[in-house]
């Protein structure tokens, strides 16, 4: 945040030395002889100094302002909003300055010309323009010279322009790590380029300071940058893979906030289709990356589908191989699944909770193993055969791939994991380096984008089977697109609906309540206390409460922080996920007395904490949504630590990682998310919040995904109306075309356009059928716990 100048200390001093320098940002910890304060009650000639610096040099004086704060560790010290480099006043303290030694190829007499030529305001006009330097010194000279000077005082310019303008040093720091000496000019003369290239600047920041440099409301630049802006805001917001062109324009209008602009606003998309930014495809508009994307999908599904069998196995051969795990007896349909995805190429298997879809893919995997072993016997060399023809088993985020681990008793890995996709990095597995293997098991399809799901397919060899697994009802990926939804709904690939619930005991009657509300309503049975679940009804400021007594109650009954999850929509809010998480905190793991604990924005972290991680991280293998516990923290004095910072040491089942400080803003607390974070995850208990207040944020898939995150017991707290909106409410449609891709003739789409408004979307009907439930034997969640114990007594 820039505070008022007005407001800040300021402290003119030489810097003494640099007691700390972050090895990845800017930031750094310095100590400083004061020359000149504005502070009260400070007599010591030092300070230490913390901010975000570019390259000081010891020695040099500077200019800091920032106010005095008192570090719990350190005492008192001044964290600096901006500084500036105090260039000598004089002539001749320049002509030193020059001919300091630190800049190579300068003395005293280069230096002394230097100042004659270009006075006082040398630094400025060198930086500038290095060629006002000609005829000073040789050009291989001036050129070190300026590099040097950009280097010490580039950046700080940089972060002084950046001030003027609301940005960060941070976000000044790493435009200046993207563009090094141009940034100044490009953020100053052409704002508007960042919307398209750099992470971290909207084009309403980019407006700001382009419409502060006089860049007029039609300028193409601006409004070409407003349209993309549109079109990557209502992607990613809303799941659309394309907008049509009409949608495109008036939704640019809404963000220019001014409807004349539409000649203008036709004129920009149309060079951003011609430089390819955008693609028309019969009036819907992508960018790019994501026409690629969805193109690419349904190409390689089809590639996919026409391949030959990997080696000749007859529909009854692979009948008389089915292996079924504790030779269960399998229903018509699930033997049906069974025999169709080991004869498919590519198959589809969904079905909700408890339908046997884990007993489906154990048995295709038992069989895949038999049918290997029958036809190893013919191969040259077995090894290589089993080898050539192995299983592979992959899901959308870890803990979801360990759960697939555990149920199957087969190894699954994470998709990007399988494809070896390194930060922003091509994957190493594409179609020039396929990944290896026979049979293709991808699970929690639910949650693959179609950026994902493009990689992914493009990796697979022709020939290798691949059944895809998943709940079509649970929640959309949270990137654009709506795979699982689509493919289900070309009848492109063969598919199999498991429809008859075998969840016998704990959470059998949440799995049926999800079939309710699969179809619209809660049933009827909803407010009377299951042994498996129970609701809660209180107004939403008692929501915070209400949760207070449950989660009490639920740990004198011995549930741990890692079976018990609270489920909130959103944020903020009393019942929103900050607040809860607090409260959760405080109850699962209390603070106790001089215990260590490292604090990152308002979140205090301490030992033994649930903590979530919030970015994949694929170098370190661990991805967004994945759960641990911080099991030690360490401050840099530690003897041991060897990190020269604070840090955290999270387990993430079993893998220890260290958070050094400037990591944590990739943590947060987990006794509470929303919904979208806990997908691909289950609990024994499942306590889920939902108020009115929640708004637009109430449909169906959001409920049903959070209900069926419950194994065993389901609480749910809040508002009745909210849970019967939920029920009622269609997700709302997404705007893809990957259906229509499938199943129109290659090249010849001619389906009318079926879009909704992008701001709100409009909704979709899902077609499911009812599923009858099976026999419920249901189970002691927590009995004994009723309404009145989360009332207060009256
Ligand atoms: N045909 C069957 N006969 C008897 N029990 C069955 C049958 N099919 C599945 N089950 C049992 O039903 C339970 C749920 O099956 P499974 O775990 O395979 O379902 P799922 O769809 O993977 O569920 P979830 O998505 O909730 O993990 C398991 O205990 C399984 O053993």
């Known amino acids: 945040m820039a505070f008022p100048t007005a407001q800040l200390d300021k402290i003119t001093g030489t810097l003494q030395h640099v007691i700390f320098a972050s090895s990845d940002s800017y930031f750094k910890i310095l100590s400083v002889q004061i020359d000149e304060a504005t502070l009260a009650d400070w007599d010591a000639p030092e300070i230490i100094v913390t901010g975000t610096f570019a390259d000081v040099q010891e020695g040099s004086t500077y200019a800091f302002y920032g106010q005095v704060v008192r570090h719990p560790k350190y005492g008192q010290q001044l964290k600096v909003v901006r500084y500036e480099n105090e260039l000598p006043p004089d002539e001749n303290g320049l002509i030193k300055y020059f001919a300091s030694g630190q800049f190579s190829g300068i003395g005293k007499k280069t230096a002394e010309k230097i100042v004659d030529h270009l ?48 940005l960060g040093a941070d976000l000044a720091g790493r435009l200046y790590d993207q563009y090094g000496h141009e940034a100044e000019t490009i953020l100053t003369t052409d704002p508007y380029r ?96 994501l026409y690629q994307a969805e193109v690419q999908t349904a190409q390689d599904l089809r590639r996919l589908l026409r391949a030959p069998m990997p080696f000749d196995i007859t529909s009854e051969a692979i009948a008389a191989a089915v292996v079924t795990p504790g030779h269960m007896q399998l229903d018509e349909t699930q033997i049906a699944a069974v025999t169709a995805g080991l004869n498919a190429q590519v198959f589809l298997l969904t079905g909700g909770p408890g339908t046997g879809k884990t007993t489906i893919v154990r048995t295709i995997v038992a069989t895949w193993h038999q049918l290997l072993a029958q036809q190893a016997k013919y191969a040259d060399n077995t090894k290589d055969f089993l080898k050539n023809y192995a299983v592979k088993l992959a899901s959308p985020t870890g803990r979801a791939a360990k759960r697939m681990t555990e149920v199957t008793g087969y190894d699954a890995t994470t998709i990007h994991r399988l494809l070896g996709i390194a930060d922003l990095d091509e994957p190493e597995f594409n179609a020039d380096n396929p990944i290896a293997g026979g049979l293709l098991i991808i699970d929690e399809a639910s949650m693959l984008d179609i950026e994902l799901t493009a990689k992914l397919l493009a990796a697979i060899p022709s020939g290798m089977k691949v059944i895809i697994v998943g709940d079509a009802d649970q929640l959309p990926s949270v990137g654009p697109g709506n795979v699982l939804a689509d493919l289900v709904a070309s009848q492109a690939l063969a598919h199999i609906e498991l429809e008859t619930i075998y969840r016998q005991g704990r959470g059998s009657s949440i799995t049926t309540m999800a079939q309710d509300i699969k179809n619209g309503r809660l049933p009827a049975d909803f407010m009377t206390n299951q042994r498996d679940r129970s609701t809660f009804m209180v107004a939403p400021d008692q929501v915070a409460t209400a949760i207070e ?53 308002e979140t205090i972290f301490r030992r033994g904490d649930k903590v979530l991680q919030l970015e994949n991280d694929s170098e370190r293998d661990i991805y967004n949504g994945d759960m641990g516990q911080i099991v030690a923290v360490q401050y840099k004095k530690d003897p041991g630590n060897t990190e020269n910072e604070d840090s955290l040491v999270v387990d993430f089942d079993g893998k220890e990682l260290v958070y050094p400080k400037k990591q944590l803003n990739q943590l947060t607390l987990a006794y509470v998310t929303t919904v979208h974070k806990a997908q691909g995850n289950e609990f024994r208990l499942v ?25 065993e017991a389901l609480i749910l707290v809040g508002e009745y109306e909210a849970f019967a909106r939920a029920a009622q409410t269609p997700v709302p449609m997404r705007a893809t075309w990957l259906t229509q891709r499938l199943h129109a003739e290659e090249n010849n789409v001619t389906q009318p356009v079926a879009v909704s408004q992008p701001t709100p979307p409009g909704t979709k009907q899902l077609t499911t059928q009812l599923i009858v439930a099976q026999a419920v034997s249901p189970m002691i969640g927590m009995a004994d716990v009723t309404p009145y114990d989360f009332m207060g007594k009256t």
């Open 687 to 711: 306590i889920m919040a939902l108020t009115s207040r929640f708004g637009l944020m109430l449909n169906r898939n959001l409920l049903y995904t959070g209900i069926t995150r419950a194994k």
């Open 119 to 166: 006075g006082l305001d040398a630094v400025n006009l060198i930086l500038d323009d290095v060629s006002v330097l000609d005829g000073i010194m040789k050009p291989a000279t001036a050129q070190k010279l300026a590099r040097n000077l950009q280097l010490n005082l580039g950046l700080e310019r940089l972060f002084q322009v950046g001030n003027q303008y609301g």
């Open 194 to 289: 960042l919307v398209f290239e750099f992470d971290g600047i909207s084009f309403k920041i980019a407006d700001g300071i382009g419409q502060k440099n006089g860049h007029t409301r039609d300028d193409l630049r601006r409004i070409q940058a407003a349209v993309y802006a549109t079109m990557m805001n209502v992607s990613f917001q809303y799941g659309h893979t394309f907008l049509t062109r009409d949608q495109l324009v008036q939704t640019t209008a809404q963000l220019l906030r001014d409807q004349q602009l539409e000649t203008a606003i036709t004129a920009a998309i149309a060079q951003l289709l011609k430089d390819q930014i955008l693609v028309d495809e019969d009036g819907r508009l992508y960018a790019a990356a």
């Open 549 to 601: 007594q449950v989660v009490k109650a639920a740990i004198k009954k011995g549930y741990t922080a890692d079976e018990l999850q609270i489920l909130a929509p959103m944020y903020k809010t009393t019942a929103g996920v900050h607040a809860l998480n607090a409260m959760a905190q405080a109850l699962f793991n209390p603070i106790k007395l001089a215990q260590k604990s490292l604090q990152f924005g």
